[in-house]
């Protein structure tokens, strides 16, 4: 069996992985460059992203990404203003009912990503924008790129994200409803606040703020192990810039509507909505990484009716968002369809029935909420 990826985001590439682990030949395009685009710092991995890891990643990658995360988050605090100060004046579990988030812990996105990338230099190709596909008369499924070449395979899933080219023609019927929201969303090193008391305050758990009309949430990220240390320990053969200069930090974000988001730069925009806010909080924005800082909109695509398995599936926010947690669903997704080939290529399963018992449970449990995406994708 040979399959295509389309979109190299964590779902794309944990599912490269655990079909190269299981013997199949893969082959993924992205169509940006290899650091990809701007869609936040962090991750709150929670039990079905882990799972994923665990299962596709070879074992020492898997050692890694969970050597550099953060504390467990057992808890959700709400701040608010009493007296003059911040305070927690609730919490509620982190136990995945009601709405609320699993438990789990803080990633940093862009570290994860250069440990999934580490090994798959060879099955990898950046700057390769496929811009449709044809299932052919034997079966497979040919793609065609921008600069006109074409490649051949049993299999073609789109991981390529919100925008994802094919979905577009797949399921044309799903498509992408823009609510309307924004959000502002950045990352402040630790020590730029560490004289704030707002780390001792919320600890590992993610918190939001309510205070002077403004919502803000934060989340701290301080790693098990320093990078360097577990790169060291665990994967030598993970580019080294990818650990070089990465250090704790707090991450935020700030809602907003599209009216209010405006034309000024992000960082700046971010600054002026902070302006009122309690010294602690207006400091995590003012001392942010502006080159981090991006602006996301929040986006839906309402459930699907079932549709008639063919060679082309689709994976992640290719067909399915999730407030926040849209990481852990992609790489579930990769995990759940990369047993479902292996079934097929093994014999155990018809090739169609294999992708349409995926699609299947895709259908069941993965559509939710609103996600942020970014602006202009």
């Given at each position: 069996?040979?399959?295509?990826?389309?979109?190299?985001?964590?779902?794309g590439?944990?599912?490269?992985?655990?079909?190269r682990?299981?013997?199949?030949?893969?082959?993924?395009?992205e169509?940006?460059?290899?650091?990809?685009?701007?869609?936040?710092?962090?991750?709150?991995?929670?039990?079905?992203?882990?799972?994923?890891?665990?299962?596709?990643?070879?074992?020492?990658?898997?050692?890694?990404?969970e050597a550099t995360m953060?504390?467990?988050?057992?808890?959700?605090?709400?701040?608010?203003?009493?007296?003059?100060?911040l305070?927690?004046?609730?919490?509620?579990?982190?136990?995945?009912?009601?709405?609320r988030?699993?438990?789990?812990?803080?990633?940093?996105?862009?570290?994860?990503?250069?440990?999934?990338?580490?090994?798959?230099?060879?099955?990898?190709?950046?700057?390769?924008?496929?811009?449709?596909?044809?299932?052919?008369?034997d079966?497979?499924?040919?793609v065609?790129?921008?600069?006109?070449?074409?490649?051949?395979?049993?299999?073609?899933?789109?991981?390529?994200?919100?925008?994802s080219?094919?979905?577009r023609?797949?399921?044309?019927?799903?498509?992408?409803?823009?609510?309307?929201g924004?959000?502002?969303?950045?990352?402040?090193?630790?020590?730029?606040?560490?004289?704030?008391?707002?780390?001792?305050?919320?600890?590992?758990?993610?918190?939001?703020?309510?205070?002077?009309?403004?919502?803000?949430?934060?989340?701290?990220?301080?790693?098990?192990?320093?990078p360097?240390?577990?790169?060291?320990r665990?994967?030598?053969?993970?580019?080294?810039?990818?650990?070089?200069?990465?250090?704790?930090?707090?991450?935020?974000?700030?809602?907003?509507t599209?009216?209010?988001?405006?034309?000024?730069?992000?960082?700046?925009?971010?600054?002026?909505?902070?302006?009122?806010?309690p010294?602690?909080?207006?400091?995590?924005?003012?001392?942010?990484?502006?080159?981090?800082?991006?602006?996301?909109?929040?986006?839906?695509?309402?459930?699907?009716?079932?549709?008639?398995?063919r060679?082309?599936?689709?994976i992640g926010?290719?067909?399915?968002?999730?407030?926040g947690?849209?990481g852990?669903?992609?790489m579930?997704?990769a995990h759940?369809?990369?047993?479902?080939?292996?079934?097929?290529?093994?014999?155990?399963?018809?090739?169609?029935?294999?992708?349409?018992?995926?699609?299947?449970?895709?259908?069941?449990?993965?559509?939710?909420?609103?996600v942020?995406v970014?602006?202009g994708?």
């Open positions: 069996m040979r399959v295509i990826v389309v979109g190299a985001g964590l779902g590439l944990t599912l490269a992985h655990g079909l682990r299981a013997g199949i030949d893969v082959v993924v395009y169509r940006d460059g290899a650091l990809g685009r701007p869609q936040g710092v962090s991750l709150h991995m929670d039990d079905r992203g882990l799972s994923a890891l665990r299962a596709c990643l070879p074992p020492a990658h898997a050692a890694m990404a953060g504390g467990q988050r057992e808890q959700t605090l709400t701040l608010s203003e009493v007296d003059g100060s305070t927690v004046v609730s919490a509620q579990p982190s136990d995945g009912m009601a709405g988030a699993r438990q789990g812990r803080q990633v940093h996105r862009p570290l994860l990503r250069a440990v999934l990338l580490t090994g798959l230099e060879n099955v990898v190709h950046f700057g390769a924008e496929v811009t449709r596909f044809e299932q052919r008369a079966g497979t499924v040919r065609w790129f921008a600069d006109g070449a074409m490649d051949t395979a049993d299999v073609v899933v789109g991981a390529d994200g919100i925008g080219v094919i979905r023609q797949y399921l044309p019927q799903a498509r992408v409803a823009d609510t309307g924004r959000v502002l969303m950045g990352a402040t090193p630790l020590r730029a606040v560490a004289g704030t008391g707002l780390p001792e305050l919320i600890g590992d758990s993610p918190a939001s703020a309510a205070v002077r009309g403004t919502m803000m949430a934060l989340g701290l990220l301080r790693f098990t192990e320093p360097a240390a577990a790169r060291q665990w994967l030598p053969s993970l580019r080294h810039s990818a650990v070089a200069e990465v250090e704790d930090y707090v991450m935020w974000a700030l809602p907003v599209r009216e209010r988001l405006g034309s000024a730069a992000v960082w700046r925009r971010a600054k002026e909505l902070a302006a009122d806010l010294s602690a909080l207006r400091m995590v924005v003012a001392e942010a990484w502006p080159d981090v800082t991006v602006a996301l909109r929040i986006g839906m695509i309402p459930p699907v009716p079932a549709w008639q398995a060679p082309v599936t689709v926010d290719a067909i399915h968002l999730a407030p947690f849209g852990n669903l992609a579930r997704d759940r369809l990369s047993e479902a080939l292996v079934a097929a290529d093994r014999g155990g399963l018809g090739l169609l029935d294999a992708i349409g018992a995926y699609e299947d449970e895709l259908r069941r449990n993965s559509f939710t909420t609103p942020a970014k602006a994708s």
